[in-house]
């Protein structure tokens, strides 16, 4: 099984900030992996997939790099709504996917 | 507007079957091209897959799950079901139903909290 680890586990920024956030594979699953955000009391929501091709309907300061076995989500300048948990997942060898175990950003 | 919503019991004993319904509105499940999936997450916890069917019955489940899970499909009616047997206190969870995309979760219902408890 890929192992997918995120850090930190919790990021602490203030509005108008840049959130970077991590994600590391235990073994490459090239560009398939995508990243979803959950709100409290919320399904978690589908915002980039295949490493940096953003889901309908994301705003643009959402983006997504890497490739391999690193990987980087990146929200260039938080607004009050986007402090939430955010999960990675890698798809390479589907079925099965496997989530990483979340960030939390919280507003500092 | 593909929509998915689950329903079934909120509560079940141990050593039972949990059983959950996911009804899909704005899409046929039998026009292919996408599996249908479970995804469940404990409360305060991570995210898990289940498993996931196609329109044609064909299955796949988590390896760690596979020998008490079941999904099924019920293309009249526009439904995918899952069956957990049997039930421990490690199930309670939050249980979503989802289209899965060859492994992109593209739709999510709002997901429904199943606590296993005497």
């Known amino acids: 099984e890929i192992v997918v680890t995120q850090s930190p586990a919790t990021l602490s920024l203030s509005p108008g900030e840049r959130a970077t956030l991590s994600c590391r594979t235990s073994q490459s699953v090239s560009s398939y992996l995508a990243w979803y955000q959950q709100k409290p009391g919320q399904a978690p929501r589908l915002l980039i997939y295949?490493?940096?091709n953003r889901a309908t309907g994301i705003p643009a300061r959402f983006s997504g790099g890497g490739s391999g076995t690193d990987f980087t989500l990146t929200i260039s300048s938080l607004e009050p709504e986007d402090f939430a948990v955010y999960y990675c997942?890698?798809?390479?060898?589907?079925?099965?996917?496997?989530f990483g175990q979340g960030t939390r950003l919280e507003i500092k | 507007h593909l929509q998915l919503q689950e329903s079934g019991p909120g509560l079940v004993k141990p050593s039972e079957t949990l059983a959950l319904t996911c009804s899909v509105s704005g899409a046929s499940i039998s026009s292919g091209g996408y599996y249908w999936g479970w995804i469940r997450q404990p409360p305060g916890k991570g995210l898990e897959w289940i498993g996931n069917?196609?329109?044609?019955?064909?299955?796949y489940y988590n390896p760690s799950l596979k020998s008490r899970v079941s999904i099924s499909v019920d293309t009249s009616k526009n439904q995918f079901s899952l069956k957990v047997t049997p039930v421990t206190a490690a199930d309670t969870a939050f249980y979503y139903c989802a289209r899965d995309d060859y492994g992109k979760v593209d739709y999510w219902g709002q997901g429904t909290l199943v606590t296993v408890s005497s």
């Open positions: 295949d490493a940096s």
């Open positions: 997942q890698q798809r390479i060898n589907w079925p099965p996917i496997t």
């Open positions: 069917i196609y329109y044609s019955g064909s299955t």
